[in-house]
T-cell receptor
């Protein structure tokens, strides 16, 4: 069975500082990894994905994520946080070809303090 | 280009009743997945419809059923509602053929409250 862990319920960061939101995963095959963001009373918006290739993936709104196979991690990063980045962030995994079920972590609330 | 649209946005039902939620996928998408997001939790996969058939199902009871129409829109039906069914129900659309994993696009959700 596949699973995703987001060890931090909340991350606080000052505006302009770098941010990291952590994610680790467990799958039986090659992982396909995604990050989504959710604003209050809204659906999820896609940020970026890792399929194969470069371990550093760049996505929307200046976000990037680093895939680390040995640590089974896929941490979300941004060099300089904005107040508008405050939201709920979800990491998700697909467990290889033929799997259509996205498994999500429980989410991390990011608060960027002005 | 319209994204994924869901209706209604909010719904209040009584225990034991039945409910139907609706979803229209993003233009060009042929696959619809449904997720349940309880308060403070990540979305949980209910099932996915492709070519008008349920292709994969998560760990949800048979009270949860669905349908996909020839225009790719979809319905989620929940029978015999329980208080624990109260949640945000999210619809996601994507491309169905496996040519590599593609990102799913989500609607704004339907907030279901069971009283």
């Amino acid at each position: 069975a596949q699973s995703v862990a987001q060890p931090e319920d909340q991350v606080n960061v000052a505006e302009g500082n770098p941010l990291t939101v952590k994610c680790t995963y467990s799958v039986s095959g090659n992982p396909y990894l995604f990050w989504y963001v959710q604003y209050p009373n809204r659906g999820l918006q896609f940020l970026l994905k890792y399929i194969t290739g470069d371990n550093l993936v760049k996505g929307s709104y200046g976000f990037e994520a680093e895939f680390n196979k040995s640590q089974t991690s896929f941490h979300l990063k941004k060099p300089s946080a904005l107040v508008s980045d405050s939201a709920l962030y979800f990491c998700a995994v697909l467990s290889g070809a033929g799997s259509y079920q996205l498994t999500f972590g429980k989410g991390t609330k990011l608060s960027v303090i002005p | 280009d319209a994204g994924v649209t869901q209706s209604p946005t909010h719904l209040i039902k009584t225990r034991g009743q039945q409910v139907t939620l609706r979803c229209s996928p993003k233009s060009g998408h042929d696959t619809v997945s449904w997720y349940q997001q309880a308060l403070g939790q990540g979305p949980q996969f209910i099932f996915q419809y492709y070519e008008e058939e349920e292709r994969q199902r998560g760990n949800f009871p048979d009270r949860f059923s669905g349908h996909q129409f020839p225009n790719y829109s979809s319905e989620l039906n929940v029978n015999a509602l329980l208080l624990g069914d109260s949640a945000l129900y999210l619809c996601a659309s994507s491309l169905g053929r496996w040519e590599g994993p593609t990102e799913a696009f989500f609607g704004q959700g339907t907030r279901l409250t069971v009283v």
